[in-house]
């Protein structure tokens, strides 16, 4: 057997044993056919937006980890997370999920419960805001608390409206 046959079927039965774990079946994954038709912009939009947060916040906690962080890099990052928070909810259109078809990890919880995913956003926006407002002082223990709370509120989104890849 050839290395690369036998790569590929390692690949493929440990697929197909973390869709058993998850008690689907090849046939049943979402996100694995795509609907007809070309994926909507929005996605890829809404995908770029995300990154851009997480650019953000490696370079917050890069920053945090040095003995004198840039306190002006954090607050720009701060505000850059903010900035992209508000648009998170305009980046949702329905038909736009994972159950549609495509390839994301929006949960259709976020069409099903628009109240508490435009909640989880505006928690974003709150603790962005909050948090450029800390940094601006100066303060690295402040900085560091307040980050937990902007981390929180990522967290809570990513649990109730993302498909957990873990």
Same mark, same amino acid.
């Given at each position: 057997?050839?290395?690369?046959?036998?790569?590929?079927?390692?690949?493929?039965? %440990?697929?197909?044993?973390? @869709?058993?774990?998850?008690?689907?079946?090849?046939?049943? !994954? &979402?996100?694995?056919?795509? &609907?007809?038709?070309? /994926?909507? !912009?929005?996605? *890829? =939009?809404?995908?770029?937006?995300? /990154?851009?947060?997480? *650019?953000?916040?490696?370079?917050?906690?890069? /920053?945090? =980890?040095?003995?004198?962080?840039?306190?002006?890099?954090? #607050?720009?990052?701060?505000?850059?997370?903010? #900035?992209?928070?508000?648009?998170?909810?305009?980046?949702? &259109? =329905?038909?736009?999920?994972?159950?549609?078809?495509?390839?994301?990890?929006? @949960? /259709?919880?976020?069409?099903?419960? &628009?109240?508490?995913? #435009? %909640?989880?956003?505006?928690? @974003?926006? *709150?603790?962005?805001?909050?948090?450029?407002?800390?940094?601006?002082?100066?303060?690295?223990?402040?900085?560091?608390?307040?980050?937990?709370?902007?981390?929180?509120?990522?967290?809570?989104?990513?649990?109730?409206?993302?498909?957990?890849?873990?």
């Amino acid at each position: 057997m050839n290395t690369s046959f036998s790569l590929r079927l390692i690949a493929a039965t %440990a697929s197909l044993g973390l @869709l058993a774990a998850c008690g689907g079946t090849a046939d049943e !994954a &979402p996100g694995e056919a795509a &609907p007809a038709g070309d /994926e909507p !912009a929005i996605i *890829d =939009e809404r995908q770029s937006n995300f /990154e851009g947060i997480g *650019d953000s916040f490696k370079l917050i906690r890069a /920053e945090l =980890e040095t003995d004198t962080p840039d306190f002006a890099a954090i #607050e720009g990052a701060a505000n850059d997370i903010n #900035e992209r928070a508000k648009l998170i909810t305009g980046h949702f &259109p =329905e038909g736009t999920g994972i159950d549609a078809g495509y390839d994301t990890e929006a @949960l /259709e919880t976020i069409w099903q419960q &628009p109240a508490e995913f #435009e %909640a989880a956003a505006q928690k @974003l926006i *709150d603790e962005s805001a909050a948090f450029a407002a800390v940094a601006a002082g100066g303060d690295k223990a402040a900085v560091a608390e307040q980050v937990k709370a902007l981390g929180g509120s990522c967290g809570n989104c990513h649990d109730q409206f993302r498909v957990d890849k873990d």
